[in-house]
């Protein structure tokens, strides 16, 4: 079993940028794929980027190619969320999760941290 902790959210402007972190404990941190998610009010929490436990396989949804990017550090167990060109409809809490499975659909994802709140305002 793995514990997640998120940090680096926060208040920026349009186009401005941010690093999300994960801190992971417990478990095998590098045994497991990492995921990024969010969810903004009154939405269901959909999938932003994946990364295998090799840190290779990325993979983004298509809103946020190109201006996030997604990293991980086994050695400090740690996963990143480099989030760059922010806009308006970027705005939600983010999580990190934690999975065997390498997927997007975040109900196969067992363990999450407890969000971070991005916020961009125009």
């Known amino acids: 079993q793995v ?3 998120e940090s680096g ?3 920026v402007q349009t186009g401005g940028s941010l690093r999300l ?3 992971a404990s417990g478990g095998t941190f590098s045994t497991y794929h990492m995921g990024w998610f969010r969810q903004a009010p009154g939405k269901e929490r959909e999938f932003v980027a994946r990364v295998m436990w090799t840190g290779g396989s990325i993979d983004y949804t298509d809103s946020v ?3 996030f990017t997604i990293s991980r ?3 400090k167990k740690m996963a990143y969320l480099q989030m760059n060109s922010l806009r308006t409809e970027d705005t939600a809490v983010y999580y990190c999760a934690a999975a065997r499975a390498l997927t997007v659909d975040p109900t196969l994802y067992p363990y999450w941290g407890q969000g971070t709140q991005v916020t961009v305002s125009s």
Do not use: P
């Open 3 to 5: 514990q997640l902790v």
């Open 21 to 23: 972190s994960c801190a």
């Open 65 to 67: 190619k190109g201006r």
């Open 73 to 75: 550090d086994n050695a």
């Open 9 to 11: 959210g926060g208040l």
